[in-house]
């Protein structure tokens, strides 16, 4: 019979160390990334604190979590400089697991540990949001920043020192959000003016930018790994190897949280914005950009379109040619972060389905390449070929006939619409400022370079498109 995942079977696993952490958040995401972190500072005697979980909904993780002693396994699998990796670790970081729905003293006498520096949190996007009906006497408060303003009451109270306040939330600006919300809760619940000012002066709230992809639990190759690691873990969570932690704040956090130190990629900077604008234009747009082109042309996943020999060099095309020149980062570090992200796209454990990606195509390429296309027509007195190519390719793919749009009604009904002249669907999708906030016929030959592209592709395809691409300067 395979042994379990506990401390009576790996007693190597226990530690008494001091909770340093508050977590809001023990979901997948969370416990491959945060938690892996302060593993690997723990290893190298960098941090040498652990972690207390605050479930923030009512049906979480926690009961697993105790049967197998607040322990679960990382399985790493992907590339690394060009090389396999296959790593498993278990993760003994967690102290305690805290349902505040079911032991809100425990949660509230949590804020008086003494050793406290850290809150973290990822409670979805949805998680960072004001809710006029949260009270302070609840047990608990429905929202994250409701239960937070309480936690950090009860901290004030006991005239504690501030703590470092850094969600991981995918919304830009979540540190700035958090304090908002917070700041409004004092005073909805008319908290003493001693409280706001020891939030705007003893506790830093961070805006941070995350990046690791994580799979999660590996239902199809679970036995496998259950097999290969001699032990039944329900919990173990399979994340890329590559990892990015970009934290707006304080040099004084890579001595308090010595992330680099440990060999980590973290970046501690007074300004996270062009990290955020390269993550966007530099991982997200590479994937808005081919899954049109891809579709069209009869490819599946991201992995097949970088192992493809005329997909691959468009996508190297538009790396080098249209998007790096944009951005106002030091080309040698975003060459660097494109390599990888490159490698990433590569990784035959992921098969990314380009399906997926395509949801919501337009407000994606609204987001994640309009900026770069308008950027670079500004700056260059032309239209930038290779995302011309790729925005002709979505009007096409939004015909229906070769690739199933997946979006809003709305959006798919005028694209029906517009369709049904097809002469003039060009200027009537790029004039359409409901879909782009703007109206994309005033750039500079926009329009006539779309419409050559759009023609291309349907009299000769698109892999024949993305071969001619090859020839271009």
Known sequence: MTKKLTQKEFPETKNDLPVKVVQFGEGNFMRAFVDW???????????????????PINQGLGEMLRAQDNLYTVLLEGLIDGELVETSEIINVLDTVINPYQAYAEYLALAENKDLEFVVSNTTEAGIQFNPNDRLEDAPQQSYPGKLTAFLYQRYQAKLPGLTIIPCELIDRNGDKLKEIVLRYIELWELPHAFKEWIENDNTFCCSLVDRIVPGYP??????????????????????????????????????LPLTKAGLNVIVTDDMTPYR????????????????????????????VMNDD????????????????????????????????????????AHHQLSAISLNSISKFKARLLPILTRYIQKNNHVPTYLATSLAALILSYRGDQVTPADDQDIVTF???????????????????????????????????????????????????????????
């Open 277 to 304: 604008e390269r993550k966007v234009h530099l991982l997200n747009g590479p994937h808005t950009a081919m899954v049109p082109l891809a579709l069209l042309a009869g490819l599946s996943t991201v992995d097949e």
């Open 310 to 349: 005329d997909f691959r060099p468009f996508i190297d095309d538009l790396f080098t040619k249209e998007l790096i020149p944009m951005l106002n980062l030091p080309k040698s570090e975003l060459d660097e972060y494109a390599d990888q992200i490159k490698e990433r796209f590569l990784n035959p454990f």
């Open 219 to 256: 239902r199809d190759t679970a036995k496998e790994w259950s097999e290969k690691l001699g032990y039944e873990d329900q919990l173990m969570v399979k994340a890329e190897p590559f990892m990015l932690w970009v934290i707006e704040g304080p040099q004084s956090l890579t001595e308090s």
């Open 415 to 473: 694209f029906e619409t517009a369709w049904q002249t097809p002469a003039t669907v060009v200027v009537s999708v790029l004039s359409n400022t409901h879909l782009w906030g703007e109206n994309l016929t005033v750039l500079p030959g926009l329009s006539e370079t779309v419409q050559l592209k759009l023609d291309a592709l349907e009299t000769n395809g698109a892999r024949q498109v993305v071969q001619d691409l090859k020839g271009e300067k």
């Open 37 to 55: 972190q302060i593993q690997q500072m723990n290893k190298q005697q960098l941090f040498n604190g652990t972690v207390a979980v605050v479930q």
